[in-house]
């Protein structure tokens, strides 16, 4: 999205820090952006929401995928170059949110 960002993430270990992870994924992508520009990248702060158990991760996903399409940025979420997953592609969440 050109205006926000989405992530899905899970931790894999105990010791999983979401506030580590996302100080430092904003850190580091908003010092490579200032080389280019003088605006600042990030506000401050973000938005995050923990799954419970009944929720399921691939809704969610697939939810973050269709994003630029509700948006208008393209007709299909396949085609936003921008979108990605290393546990599913595009078109197995879309198979499995069209099999509900």
């Not at 809704?59 to 396949?78: H, K, M, T």
Request: aromatic letters at 12%; glycine letters at 4%.
């Amino acid at each position: 999205m050109p205006d926000h960002v989405h992530a899905l993430l899970e931790g894999l270990t105990d010791q999983s820090d979401f506030r580590r992870c996302a100080k430092m994924a904003k850190q580091r992508s908003g010092a490579a952006y200032a080389l280019t520009s003088e605006t600042p990248l990030w506000q401050k702060g973000y938005y995050e929401h923990v799954l419970r158990d009944q929720e399921d991760s691939k809704e969610i996903a697939f939810y973050i995928i269709a994003n630029p399409v509700r948006a208008g940025l393209v007709q299909s979420p396949d085609e936003y170059p921008f979108s990605g997953s290393d546990a599913w592609s595009i078109r197995e969440l879309m198979e499995w949110v069209t099999k509900k």
